[in-house]
T-cell receptor
Framework: SAVISQKPSRDICQRGTSLTIQCQVD?????MFWYRQQPGQSLTLIAT?????????ESGFVIDKFPISRPNLTFSTLTVSNMSPEDSSIYLC?????????FGPGTRLTVL | KQEVTQIPAALSVPEGENLVLNCSFT??????LQWFRQDPGKGLTSLLL?????REQTSGRLNASLDKSSGRSTLYIAASQPGDSATYLC????????FGTGTKLQVIP
């Protein structure tokens, strides 16, 4: 199994600012993922964070808005840039280990 | 494009009842299907994982079945308890993970 931690657990931010969310896995994993869960919605995949190369973004998400870093096999960051109230969501990072997907506790972001 | 649907969207049952949550997916080419539980404002907890070659998995009061050919999975919860109240999500994996729409369960004491 994999234990995943995220920081911060929650934040309230002003419109136009940026927030970087950190994700730490307790073991080396090949693939890490970032999801968004908007209020009352299911999870939507933002991107796959690849170690040593650029992240792979899903349709509707772009690197300028959600830059991702993956400096090693246990750590990744997601930045939410130039925030607007529509970015208010829970952001979750995830990894897959032995075909099982594990999730961090999430970061609850509120943009005023 | 894979689409995953869960029915019902919400369910309220008295404590002690057995219940079934349904998950349907449109593309049967999957590696596995996973059921998660999400408590309000929290992350996801994995409940059961069914490989594409398996028909069911059991853990305690939970039993999940998979019929890949018909694109369906069910999560059976026996003798429901108030602590089972949460949102239940199914997710299918094939190259990437696609989540269902979720079923919000409330178990009334």
């Amino acid at each position: 199994s994999a234990v995943i931690s995220q920081k911060p657990s929650r934040d309230i931010c002003q419109r136009g600012t940026s927030l970087t969310i950190q994700c730490q896995v307790d073991s080396q994993v090949t693939m890490m993922f970032w999801y968004r869960q908007q209020p009352g919605q299911s999870l939507t995949l933002i991107a796959t964070a690849n170690q040593g190369s650029e992240a792979t973004y899903e349709s509707g998400f772009v690197i300028d808005k959600f830059p991702i870093s993956r400096p090693n096999l246990t750590f990744s960051t997601l930045t939410v840039s130039n925030m607007s109230p529509e970015d208010s969501s829970i952001y979750l990072c995830s990894s897959i280990s032995t075909d099982t997907q594990y999730f961090g506790p999430g970061t609850r972001l509120t943009v005023l | 494009k894979q689409e995953v649907t869960q029915i019902p969207a919400a369910l309220s049952v008295p404590e002690g009842e057995n219940l079934v949550l349904n998950c349907s997916f449109t593309d049967s080419a999957i590696y596995n299907l996973q059921w998660f539980r999400q408590d309000p404002g929290k992350g996801l907890t994995s409940l059961l994982l069914i490989q594409s070659s398996q028909r069911e998995q059991t853990s305690g009061r939970l039993n999940a079945s998979l019929d890949k050919s018909s694109g369906r999975s069910t999560l059976y919860i026996a003798a429901s308890q108030p602590g089972d109240s949460a949102t239940y999500l199914c997710a299918v994996l094939y190259q990437k993970v696609t989540f269902g729409t979720g079923t919000k369960l409330q178990v009334i004491p």
